[in-house]
């Protein structure tokens, strides 16, 4: 499965940005795909996840949460980061996984397939 992921560049703290992945694969359809970011000097977290299932409940971090917004589109191979009311400290590198199980995962290593992350820098 590859996951080409866009958008991010700089933006001012208040500001809102899009993420986009784009699974491609022959079972893009039936992934649980999430975001990760990774701060400098930091470990890799979640940031929010959908499951390829019709009906689940996203996640999102604590940090995020009212902030950030996932979605889907209808051939659900491409999912969406709607960041919203940006802070300095969402600066990071982010990241698109996904793993064929239903359930979204919070830790890094239950995802089988990674995309090269995409920076998101937020100004003050």
């Known amino acids: 499965v590859q996951l080409p992921a866009s958008g991010g560049g700089l933006v001012q703290a208040g500001g809102s940005s899009r993420l986009s992945c784009a699974a491609h694969?022959?079972?893009?359809?039936?992934?649980?795909i999430s975001w990760f970011r990774q701060a400098p000097g930091k470990e890799r977290e979640i940031v929010s996840g959908?499951?390829?299932?019709?009906?689940?409940?996203?996640y999102y971090a604590d940090s995020v949460k009212d902030r950030f917004s996932i979605s889907r589109d209808t051939p659900g191979n491409t999912v969406f980061l709607q960041m919203n009311s940006l802070k300095p400290e969402d600066t990071a590198v982010f990241y698109c996984?996904?793993?064929?199980?239903?359930?979204?995962?919070?830790?890094?290593?239950?995802?089988?397939?990674w995309g090269r992350g995409t920076l998101v820098t937020v100004s003050s």
């Open positions: 694969g022959r079972t893009s359809r039936t992934l649980t």
């Open positions: 959908i499951s390829w299932m019709r009906g689940g409940i996203p």
């Open positions: 996984a996904a793993r064929p199980e239903s359930e979204i995962a919070t830790q890094p290593h239950e995802y089988d397939s």
